[in-house]
């Protein structure tokens, strides 16, 4: 099946730092969405981006759909300790089916 | 509360043994979904329902099956003919009646593992 190219794969940071991760595709996507996961746990949604170009903001996370409609990325601004996780990113061509991509593991040391 | 349900939390299947995981949604959601995650990587799409008594296979279905006789569950079966069923099983669900690509919501997953 499809995939999303995700990068970069793992960052380790210091708290404070800003975080920038991006998507991409070879395939137009109708939506962009942006998850993460903590261990063990399911992914829980941060930012839905539905129109190209949209620019969307969640507290100290901002995320943008491609103007192509063949990427996007997230920033995290100052990061801070609960931001330690794994971060996905997620594609939809309207069928209701989502394509994945590999995840982006934060580590931030204190 | 509302939301997706995943039990068991932890599953052990002897080898042969069909076994069953267990998702249920009070979100009133139309679509229901399986997937799973193996270690490092992302979520592959294994069975989908959009409406009661109807589902659809995703990317790598063989060694499944699942049911769909309620709108608020989805039960997954990992059958003997899935020879590699070490995995974490996520659960997701969403509304599709009203506008499209809204957002999966997910449950908190099993974890699955042969003994």
């Known amino acids: 099946g499809q995939q999303l190219n995700q990068s970069p794969q793992s960052m380790f940071i210091q708290e404070g730092e800003d975080v920038s991760m991006n998507c991409t595709s070879s395939s137009i996507f109708n939506t962009w969405l942006w998850y993460k996961q903590d261990p063990g746990e399911g992914p829980v949604l941060l930012i839905a981006?539905?129109?190209?170009?949209e620019l969307t903001s969640n507290g100290r996370l901002t995320a943008q759909f491609g103007i192509t409609r063949k990427d996007s990325f997230l920033n995290i601004s100052a990061s801070i300790p609960s931001d330690v996780g794994i971060y996905f990113c997620?594609?939809?061509?309207?069928?209701?089916?989502?394509?994945f991509g590999q995840g982006t593991r934060l580590t931030i040391n204190p | 509360d509302g939301g997706i349900t995943q039990s068991p939390k932890y599953l052990f299947r002897k080898e042969g043994q069909n076994v069953t995981l267990s998702c249920e949604q009070n979100l009133n959601h139309d679509a229901m979904y399986w997937y799973r995650q193996d270690p490092g990587q992302g979520l592959r799409l294994i069975y989908y329902?959009?409406?009661?008594?109807?589902?659809q296979k995703g990317d790598i279905a063989e060694g499944y099956s699942v049911s769909r006789e309620k709108k608020e569950s989805f039960p997954l079966t990992v059958t003997s003919a899935q020879k590699n069923p070490t995995a974490f099983y996520l659960c997701a669900s969403s509304i599709t009646r009203l506008v499209q690509n809204q957002p999966q919501h997910f449950g908190d997953g099993t974890r699955l593992s042969i003994l």
């Open positions: 981006l539905y129109k190209a170009g």
């Open positions: 329902s959009q409406i009661v008594n109807d589902f």
């Open positions: 997620a594609g939809s061509q309207g069928a209701q089916k989502l394509v």
